[in-house]
């Protein structure tokens, strides 16, 4: 019954999945691509709460002219002009995955137990920390447009990385000496892993879709996020592979590797990316131009004819 069951309940979230598909809205821009204009700009007025969208419409008018000229997405998406869009969709799926999630989430009742926790309870902290990781979603949903992608991801990192460092500590002396944890410090790592899925769910899980679903344009929308899905994937199976070789080997120092990738990806969306808040997908290539070091990428013609 235990499998049966497992595999079950997840007709819910499918059936959810399905019922959101059904009731979300065409997207103004696709709707335009398509040669439904008048449906596209009735969405587009909706969306912003008034028919003064002229100047928006027409933009996206010209940005899907100009998407159907293009032949060869992925030839283009390698141009210098699309070489931020392009190191984002590698990059930000990579450390989506580097920040050990996948592993928490996969292998919660294998990593549990190995801290000394008994079979039941291990299953129990595994549900806990999927529960944690659904509900904190609703965060990054409330705050996204309030207070921007780079604040959520800058939170989310420096809190995933003060977690997974104090798990380590606790690890590393506890398990070192007493072979065991405390009940006392059991529940103060479970708290702590709980808080890392949280902060997770608020910042580079939901996020690092988002990001690059907002920063193609539309001539290479489709193979970015083609890119982006592909690179998740690859390392979604590279870090299951993995995952126990490591535990095994690096043991408490597992949570510091992943520790290390997460202040890496931290300080790259500190750096390297600029905030795409309420930036229209065609005015999306004036944030590369004015970023002090992408704009050192852009080609100078680019530039010019985007300024």
């Known amino acids: 019954m235990g499998w049966r069951l ?10 959810l999945m399905t019922i959101g598909g059904i009731l979300v809205p065409e997207t103004p821009s696709s709707l335009i691509e398509r040669g439904l ?11 912003r709460g008034t028919e003064n969208v002229s100047a928006e419409y027409q933009d996206m008018v010209e940005a899907s002219e100009f998407a159907k ?18 190191i984002m969709a590698i990059f930000m799926p990579t450390f989506q995955i580097l920040t050990g999630i996948n592993s928490i989430l996969f292998y919660a009742p294998v990593l549990f ?15 806990l920390t999927g529960a944690v990781l659904a509900s904190s979603t609703l965060i990054s949903i409330a705050a996204v447009d309030r207070l921007g992608r780079r604040a959520l991801l800058i939170s989310g990192g420096i809190t995933m990385i003060t977690c997974q460092v104090i798990v380590a500590i606790i690890l590393g002396i506890k398990l ?10 059991s529940i103060i790592v479970v708290i702590v892993i709980c808080l890392f899925v949280l902060a997770f769910g608020w910042s580079w899980g939901p996020l690092g879709w988002t990001v690059p679903s907002e920063i193609f344009p539309l001539e290479t929308r489709s193979a ?9 994937l690859l390392f979604t ?36 990316l600029p905030e795409t808040k309420n930036v229209p997908i065609e005015e999306m290539i004036l944030l590369w131009q ?3 070091f992408w704009k050192r990428i852009m080609p100078q013609e680019s530039v010019i004819n985007g300024s």
């Open 37 to 47: 204009t008048e449906r596209g700009r009735k969405v587009l007025e909706r969306i």
């Open 113 to 127: 137990q190995s801290m000394g926790f008994a079979a039941n309870a291990s299953l129990y902290s595994s549900a």
């Open 6 to 15: 497992s595999l079950g309940l997840a007709a819910l979230p499918a059936t």
């Open 176 to 185: 070192g000496t007493a072979g065991e944890l405390s009940k006392g410090y």
């Open 237 to 272: 199976f590279i870090i299951a592979q993995s995952f126990l070789y490591l535990l095994c080997h690096l043991k408490f120092g597992i949570f510091l590797f992943f520790a290390g990738w997460v202040t890496v990806m931290t300080i790259f969306v500190l750096l390297f």
């Open 290 to 292: 004015k970023h002090w």
């Open 224 to 232: 970015g996020q083609s890119i982006t899905v592909a690179v998740n």
């Open 69 to 86: 000229s293009i032949k060869h997405p992925f030839r283009n998406i390698l141009q210098r002009r699309n070489r931020p869009q392009l």
